[in-house]
């Protein structure tokens, strides 16, 4: 699938640092930004929805689908912590990196999920004891890229060497 344009789907725990890259990414590969938050966001405040998960990531793909059918780069901007939300990505047609972000010094990734400050309008941040209460499961196919005491731009250069 070389000829196939570049779906690059990102996940990890909240405040590994997902959007920051995404975006960045995004610029250098002139790409679309899929972001599972803004998109689960805005179902929440379109209806009366509670909750968004499945359905934010079934719109997360469609977008991401019409992306690729026109020969654009995406970058998916997800948790992406479960085999199901990570099929759908899967199905689609593109050459796809997969990247799970880790932030293994606690005390620095605490620190950046309890001083983030919500970008998306009515958007909630999950609080610590959330972050680290989720179940994540195994996601061998994913290149594992540290984000702890890095850089932005060392993480962006890595993932862009998983990309060429």
Known sequence: MTDSPLLVVL??????GKTTLARALAQEL?????RIDTIEQALLRSSAL??????????????????????????????NAVDAARDGWRGLDARTVEVWLTCTDAGEHRRRVESREADIPGHRQPTWA?????????????ATVETAGRSPAAVLADVLALCR
Do not use: K
């Not at 996940?11 to 590994?16: A, E, I, R, V």
């Not at 002139?30 to 899929?34: D, L, R, V």
């Open 11 to 16: 996940g990890g725990l909240p405040g590994t």
């Open 30 to 34: 002139a790409a679309s930004h899929i």
């Open 50 to 79: 509670e909750r968004a998960g499945i359905a934010g990531y079934a719109v997360g793909v469609a977008v991401a689908a019409d992306s690729l059918r026109v020969g654009r780069p995406v970058v998916a901007d997800a948790v």
């Open 130 to 142: 959330e972050v680290i209460a989720v179940d994540v499961d195994p996601w061998p196919q994913a």
